[in-house]
């Protein structure tokens, strides 16, 4: 079954990147969000809401770029999982009914960049020469 | 910077099954909720097309939890999740962030990925069907 599938490994890299760069992207426009009001604004929170705002911009521009890749991608895992547990939780166990769906998304993807990095594409490798 | 970070790429198999695994725990709950309104009930109407959206959830979650054939059903859910998004959330806004497609976008990328790295360390396919 899985023969046509082989070789395509060495493209995971690239794939990867494309992941990276598209949920970094999402999670970029939740600050944009509470912070300008782009693509809609949100409504004004507590201080909490904009700590996440700088959170989700900061984070998300770094990690669309690529940049320290590891570490921010491990503070935003870890943020995700604060939001889920502080937020989504206390309404029902499961992400179905709790609208905490995408924040586990986020959560694991973040995960494991902390693990393989930010793949092909990204200033870590280009800029800083680092993986 | 990476320093604290050096090391943990051989741990990337493992965390690519946990992450596998909970993606796909989260995506099976959809189709159970259109079959069997557990853990609640359906979040749309159910017409035709729902139903057989809830047997790829169904089906799909499932192997894709266990980890067999890993990357065939990636591919299927990749694409599944591609033409949801495009059919049901891109036509109300382009931001995923105001039409309620975020999830099915980051479910589509995910598996995206999978369909190019495969299941991970702990997965049906490595451990019993003895294949990448």
């Known amino acids: 079954m899985t023969s046509f599938f082989e070789g395509w490994e060495k493209w995971s890299p690239q794939i990867l990147s494309i992941v990276r760069i598209m949920a ?11 912070y ?10 507590d201080i909490l809401h904009y700590v996440q705002g700088a959170i989700e911009v900061a984070g998300g521009i770094l990690l669309a770029l690529g940049l320290w890749t ?5 503070i935003m895992a870890g943020d995700m999982a604060v939001a889920y547990f ?5 309404r029902s166990f499961f992400p179905a009914l709790n609208g905490g769906d995408a924040a ?15 793949g092909a594409w990204s200033l870590d490798r280009k800029v800083l020469r680092q993986e | 910077m990476t320093s604290p ?36 009930p359906a979040h749309v109407d159910m017409t035709p097309i729902y139903y057989v959206q809830g047997i790829i ?19 299927i859910l990749s694409g599944d999740m591609a033409v949801a998004y495009f059919m049901i959330y891109f036509p109300r806004s382009f931001f995923p962030g105001q039409n309620g497609g975020l999830s099915a976008m980051l479910y589509c ?6 369909v190019f790295a495969g299941g991970g360390a702990w997965s049906v396919d490595r451990s019993i069907l003895k294949q990448e």
């Open chain 2, 109 to 114: 990328f995910i598996f995206l990925y999978m």
């Open chain 1, 70 to 74: 590891r570490p921010v991608a491990f």
């Open chain 2, 57 to 75: 959830e169904i089906v799909g979650g499932f192997l894709l939890l266990i980890g067999a054939f890993t990357r065939v059903v990636a591919f």
């Open chain 1, 36 to 45: 300008i009001g782009f693509p809609s604004a949100t409504p004004p929170g």
């Open chain 2, 5 to 40: 970070f050096a090391g943990l790429e051989r741990y990337a198999p493992y965390a690519l099954s946990i992450v596998r695994i909970v993606v796909a725990a989260s995506f099976f709950e959809f189709g159970l909720e259109k079959y069997f309104d557990f853990p609640g």
């Open chain 1, 104 to 118: 586990i998304l986020y959560c694991f993807i973040f995960f494991y960049i902390v693990f393989v990095g930010g």
């Open chain 1, 86 to 90: 502080t937020q989504h939780m206390p």
């Open chain 1, 24 to 34: 970094a992207l999402c999670f970029l426009q939740h600050g944009l969000q509470k």
